[in-house]
């Protein structure tokens, strides 16, 4: 079955402790990206990812850092985390097609709570 | 990235014919508009893709005027299951100049029995 998995799907955790999320695809996508989610403030992305090896900052990439060293995994690394990064967290990916609009697929979310 | 203004919630009965409008007045020509929906504590979930005219696909149907400075979604008999968010985004795609998705607040739909 195509997807997107993350793990963990929660997470509690306390100021300080650096944390992983994993997110992995199997469908071949090249594009990868982090999404965060808060009430009122709708989804705001992270960083994303056009293929292995090329990462960009998205609108709140602060404290956040991610690698892409395989096509299917892009990891989210919260090195310390904060109270104010308590949110839920969204990978998606997409596969790069020329001449048309694209289609995201996302994952189930993590939802981290930092104490 | 084209601003795009959406009812915050609707209201309607199971069985009914449902429509959103998304107006999106400075979208640009390269600019695709496409409409995602999420349950709660759930990622997004793509419905349907268009560019001009009309497209129908198994569960939705989006119609976009000449001028495609406004997007009209509409759910067919809709059931208990269609409450949701329901975004409408406007951007060029990944491979033109795009590189985000920018989800508003979305319209909030709840459907009754």
């Known amino acids: 079955e195509a997807q997107v998995t993350q793990n963990p799907r929660y997470l509690i955790t306390v100021t300080g402790k650096k944390l992983t999320v994993t997110c992995s695809q199997n469908?071949?996508?090249?594009?990868m990206s982090w999404y965060r989610q808060d009430p009122g403030l709708g989804l705001r992305q992270i960083y994303y990812?056009?293929?292995?090896?090329?990462?960009d900052k998205g609108d709140v990439p602060e404290g956040y850092k991610v690698s892409r060293k395989e096509k299917r995994n892009f990891p989210l690394i919260l090195e310390s985390p904060s109270p104010n990064q308590t949110s839920l967290y969204f990978c998606?990916?997409?596969?790069?097609?020329?001449?048309?609009?694209?289609?995201?697929?996302f994952g189930p979310g993590t939802r981290l709570t930092v104490l | 990235l084209a601003k795009t203004t959406q009812p915050i919630s609707m209201d309607s009965y199971e069985g009914q014919e449902v429509n959103i409008t998304c107006s999106h007045n400075?979208?640009?020509?390269?600019?695709?508009i496409t409409w995602y929906q999420q349950f709660p504590s759930q990622g997004p979930r793509f419905i349907i893709q268009?560019?001009?005219t009309k497209v129908t696909n198994e569960v939705a149907s989006l119609f976009i005027p000449a001028d495609r400075k406004s997007s009209t979604l509409s759910l067919p008999r809709v059931s208990l299951s269609d409450t949701a968010v329901y975004y409408c985004?406007?951007?060029?795609?990944?491979?033109?100049?795009?590189?985000?998705?920018?989800f508003g607040t979305g319209t909030q739909l709840k459907v009754e029995l």
């Open positions: 400075n979208i640009a020509t390269n600019d695709y």
């Open positions: 998606a990916s997409s596969l790069l097609t020329s001449g048309r609009g694209d289609t995201q697929y």
């Open positions: 268009g560019y001009k």
């Open positions: 469908m071949n996508h090249e594009y």
């Open positions: 990812s056009m293929n292995v090896e090329v990462t």
């Open positions: 985004l406007v951007g060029p795609s990944l491979t033109g100049g795009g590189n985000k998705l920018t």
